[in-house]
């Protein structure tokens, strides 16, 4: 029952670096996406997938860079790591839609804690 | 465009006392609505959803929220708080080919 599955769990970087999260779903799900958490906003969408090779930009994409060329794997790619990507990031995925649709849901990894100094 | 909005960034409450966790949304077509709960350490799991059937929906442990479109609201509440009901609850609004759009979070203490 392995569900959503990110690594690393926690990584600390430092100003410059690249780095990628790792994302796998083993349910078959069309929709993936990545949200970022920070401390009094909530989950706001990185960037996200509707299928192997779609990818489209969420709310905050800057800094960040995705593919999907398998329906299991969702990676999010930093490209050169600053202090203000400090957060936790989780991989959600989906049968329904982005939303999970009418009789869907979201379906969310434990999270990968990200630290830029 | 979508939005919600969850008032009070931290609850507390008595073990055994009322929970009710407000959240109001903007929505100009029919939304869909989710409370999603987080507990320490861990992802987010659907609690419950209101996807245009019965106005009041049940969820798990106990949770259910109502939906009531002239005050654009979709509180949760729960009769009985438990310890184990600490955690981070979000409500959510999303469209059937649209993103889901979160709340800012509301932390829940219950105190013994």
């Known amino acids: 029952n392995a569900g959503v599955t990110q690594t690393p769990k926690f990584q600390v970087l430092k100003t410059g670096q690249s780095m990628t999260l790792q994302c796998a779903q083993d349910m078959n799900h069309e929709y993936m996406s990545w949200y970022r958490q920070d401390p009094g906003m909530g989950l706001r969408l990185i960037h996200y997938s509707v299928g192997a090779g779609i990818t489209d930009q969420g709310e905050v994409p800057n800094g960040y860079n995705v593919s999907r060329s398998t329906t299991e794997d969702f990676p999010l790619r930093l490209l050169s790591a600053a202090p203000s990507q400090t957060s936790v990031y989780f991989c959600a995925s989906s049968r329904g839609g982005l939303a999970g649709g009418p009789s869907g849901e979201l379906f969310f990894g434990e999270g990968s804690r990200l630290t830029v100094l | 465009a979508q939005s919600v909005t969850?008032?009070?960034?931290?609850?507390?409450?008595?073990?055994?006392?009322?929970?009710?966790l407000r959240c109001n949304y903007s929505s100009s077509v029919p939304p869909y609505l989710f409370w999603y709960v987080q507990y320490p350490n861990q992802g987010l799991q659907l609690l419950l959803k209101y996807t245009s059937a019965a106005t009041l929906v049940k969820g798990i442990n106990g949770f259910e929220a109502e939906f009531k479109k002239s005050e654009t609201s979709f509180h949760l509440t729960k009769p009985s708080a438990h310890m184990s009901d600490a955690a981070e609850y979000f409500c959510a609004v999303g469209r059937s080919q649209g993103n889901l759009i979160f709340g800012k979070g509301t932390k829940l203490s219950v105190k013994p």
Do not use: D, R
């Open chain 2, 6 to 20: 969850q008032l009070g960034s931290h609850v507390s409450v008595s073990e055994g006392a009322l929970v009710l």
